[in-house]
């Protein structure tokens, strides 16, 4: 099913994916906040950081056709988390940039029971089905094992070594992975 904007409604087992919506900000602020779910995505976010981040994931359904999703559980309104495909620009290198990037991110009380593999396997399947099968590309915190995990289980493989700067001027060190056409 597709809604007025273009973005799937997309239903699994156990889930419902869906367009962001406003009333969802705050609820995805809480979170990318949360201090165990927080520690694999750089520094804290402000309230102006993720309401770009929120934007960002958005407008790409709009100028891509594809982006980010609320993630609930089915017959719950209260999203778990966020998951998609979005285009974004974080400048990591031609090799990075201007691609599809996939990313998933769940409240802890509902990781390890597989809920952000089955989001991330739907997606997948819609974007190849919808977009066409391509290269899409991902950033993992080399210490966040379960999501190295899993970006392996979806077909990821790390391609190299990434720094992206953080809040304090120094850099982190990210792996970059990419999922070539399946």
């Known amino acids: 099913m597709i809604n007025q904007t273009g973005a799937p409604l997309i239903e699994t087992e156990r889930l419902t994916l869906s367009l962001p919506k406003v009333e969802d900000l705050q609820a995805s602020f809480a979170i990318v906040s949360d201090s165990e779910t927080q520690r694999y995505l750089g520094p804290q976010p402000t309230r102006p950081d993720h309401f770009a981040r929120f934007l960002r994931g958005v407008g790409s359904w709009t100028?891509?056709?594809?982006?980010?999703?609320?993630?609930r559980l089915k017959g719950s309104s209260e999203p778990i988390g966020t998951c998609g495909i979005f285009h974004s620009w974080r400048?990591?290198?031609?090799?990075f940039d201007n691609q599809p990037e996939a990313g998933w991110i769940l409240m802890p009380d509902h990781v390890g029971q597989g809920l952000a593999g089955e989001a991330?396997?739907?997606?997948?399947?819609?974007?190849?089905?919808?977009?066409?099968?391509?290269r899409v590309v991902a950033l993992i915190d080399p210490a966040n094992e379960p999501s190295l995990r899993l970006a392996a289980k979806l077909g990821f493989e790390i391609f190299r070594d990434g720094l992206m700067p953080d809040a304090e001027g120094s850099e982190e060190r990210l792996l970059l992975l990419e999922r070539i056409k399946p």
């Open 91 to 95: 400048g990591l290198g031609e090799d």
């Open 63 to 71: 100028l891509y056709g594809y982006g980010s999703l609320m993630v």
């Open 120 to 134: 991330m396997r739907a997606v997948l399947s819609w974007f190849d089905r919808e977009i066409g099968p391509r």
